[in-house]
């Protein structure tokens, strides 16, 4: 019983951990990606009438930041209520 | 009605609206006090929370800033929303579920000594106070330069309405005024941002308006002519290296600043906590991606109204002459032929531009109604109070909960404890009051201390104490100390100019990176000092052990074996 109840906690947080991996790599590529490592590059693109590093530096990351924990809080209630640890 | 009556009457208003508000919401325990009583619903947190993390200089400054440096501007905007992201989806759940009352109370309970619970007090109320200083100093210039009296009297009475709400409502004053606040805030910024996109470009959205017109091109352009450095091409103000490092040092300390850590103790639930931080960022989002389309379009419109114009043509336009009067825009006619014109060369140019202009003469230059100029006026107030109040209450709960509580008298009484922390509180407005008067010459230079240090010694150690179960005591107060004494110790070299009075930085800086990025090495350091020394020494307790699991796990008591 207390080996599975273990078992299970820990599957809980390897999914907790896998959904956390998934939407950093997405942070990072679109703010150190996108706007510094890419830049040079990315500024022969456009997006609209501006460069396209300069729209993810100063608007497209930032969007995608408030998306991410969107998605990450309705992911994370997912992932409680498949391992029956949601709230009451 | 002239400019000034709207601007007292729009103040007035507001502050009276503040003041009901935290007298509706006035506490009488302890649980109150410091969190709300964990009653805030997820939405109204975001709120609070975005009036708290804006600041008066956010409000103030920050598109000025960004109109200055073009695309490297992006270091504050991605630097000072990025951070949410981590702590939404690093810290504020499971510090929610272990559920006390400061970022203190978890350091020293996870890491089992008092040792480092004193470490992280000092630390918060260090950070906080060379924040909240600067706070109260942007009170004095707003009711200066709006209402025409003192600044010293702009600051005896921010500090009174702060006190007001603040000692009688403590974290639940706070957290209703902030709404109202925030309120303010993005109604002031969104209509002046609204009415400069409407002007230039007929597109009322100002993010739209930024991306999909030439008006930044055309900025660029201009920039291009007169010998200034290109607006929308990358690493033209800081390297690529420094744009990387400063964008994440204001992201790792973002997510280490106690004041803004707090607020998520204030919900009800876990699953509150995560989509509370969505909301405060997407309350966020709205001002910070107006912000660039203010920046491109104010410096554009202020650059195409007065370069080469001649003299009585600049003189005929009255905010050009108000704003000339508060020495935030200077002309001077140098080469004497009857036309101001702006140049790359400091000698020759005529034109000097002041950042902080770009936010506050915006709504002149497009020609709005006065009662904007009010409302904006109340705005940065908003933004400078409700920030003020946030860090007021982040320093006191450090003093009379974690040094005085948990340290110093475990037996105090619940009445004893009301009382020291409404104590702790009116001490911390006055020395910030103080500060506000007198500012010392280093404010500036201050806040990259702020962030540099949250991000090297904070962060690390929550994140360790949620993700690490092996991370102990040891390990933890090896890994804070050393972030601490180096970030401290690289600033004060890189900034010695400022700091010490040397002639010369005593260190240009470390490996190619600033003073303000240098935090993010100072974090590093932290990991790898705290990983080594903790496989070295002997593992947490069975009860900590216990304790990280339940944090991890949204349902259930914490259990008690936690409270040692």
Redesign the interface.
Known sequence: MSDSRNDM?RA??RA?LKA?TI??AI?ALV??GA???F??PL?NLR?????M???F???G???T??I???V??WW??RI?RQFD???? | MSTETWTLIIVGITFAFYLYVGYMNRVRETAGFYVAGRGVPAIANGAATAADWMSGASFVSMAGLISFLGYDGAVYLMGWTGGYVLLALLLAPYLRKYGKYTVPDFIGDRYYSNTARSVAAIATIFISLTYVAGQMRAVGIVFSRFLQVNIVMGVIIGMAIVAFFAVLGGMKGITWTQVAQYSVLIAAYLITTVAIAMKLTNNPVPQMAFTFSDIAARLNQIQIDLGLKEYIRPFQNFSGLNVFFITLALMLGTAGLPHVIIRFYTVPKVSDARISAGWALLFIAILYTSAPALAVFAKYNLINTLHGKTIQEVESIDWATKWEQTGLLKFEDKNGDGKLEMAADKEANEITIDRDIIVLSTPEVAKLAPWVVGLVAAGGLAAALSTAAGLLLAMSSAISHDVYYRILKPGATEAERMRVGRAMIFLAILVAGYFGVRPPGFVGEVVAFAFGLAAASLFPAILLGIFDKRMNREGAIAGILVGLIFTMLMIILIRSQKLLGTSEPLLESFLGINAQGVGVVGAILNFIIAFAISRSTPPPPEHIQTLVEEIRVPRGAMSPVAEH
Not at chain 1, 47 to 51: A, H, K, L, R
Not at chain 1, 85 to 88: A, D, G, K, L, R
């Open positions: 906690a809980y947080w907790n956390i939407l950093l942070w703010s150190y706007a510094v490592i830049a040079v500024y997006v609209g009438q501006i460069p590093s300069f729209w530096a100063q608007q990351s930032m969007f930041f408030v991410l924990i969107f990450y809080s994370m209630n409680d640890v949601h709230e009451e």
